[in-house]
Nanobody
Framework: VQLQESGPGLVKPSQTLSLTCTVS??????????WNWIRQSPGKGLEWIGV???????YYSPSLKSRTSISRDTSNNQISLQLSAVTPEDTGVYYC??????????WGQGMQVTVSS
């Protein structure tokens, strides 16, 4: 399974960050698969943002829940992330990752997003 993130690399403060993860080599509705968004900000470790499961259920990090929405487009085999009211603290590399069999099995290459006016 291959994952590829896409979206704007620059977002202004207070706006909404929107990213898409296009999946190939497997279906996002495959039983047991869950699709995660994870980020890494400068000087920090990996931070889990949220997940959408194969059935469409979503779960979010408590610290980001009020600003996060993850959705899917089954026709195009895509997962999307929206993070609202961004600040420079949301700058970082954003990854989508497949979780299956108790492992983060596949990762996208990552998308650098900078929040700046």
């Amino acid at each position: 399974v291959q994952l590829q993130e896409s979206g704007p690399g620059l977002v202004k403060p207070s706006q909404t960050l929107s990213l898409t993860c296009t999946v190939s080599g497997g279906s996002i509705t495959t039983n047991g698969y869950s699709w995660n968004w994870i980020r890494q900000s400068p000087g920090k470790g990996l931070e889990w943002i949220g997940v959408i499961g194969y059935s469409g259920n979503t779960y979010y990090s408590p610290s980001l829940k009020s600003r996060t929405s993850i959705s899917r487009d089954t026709s195009n085999n895509q997962i999307s992330l929206q993070l609202s009211a961004v600040t420079p603290e949301d700058t970082g590399v954003y990854y989508c990752a497949l979780h299956r069999d108790s492992n983060f099995d596949s990762w996208g290459q990552g998308m650098q997003v900078t929040v700046s006016s």
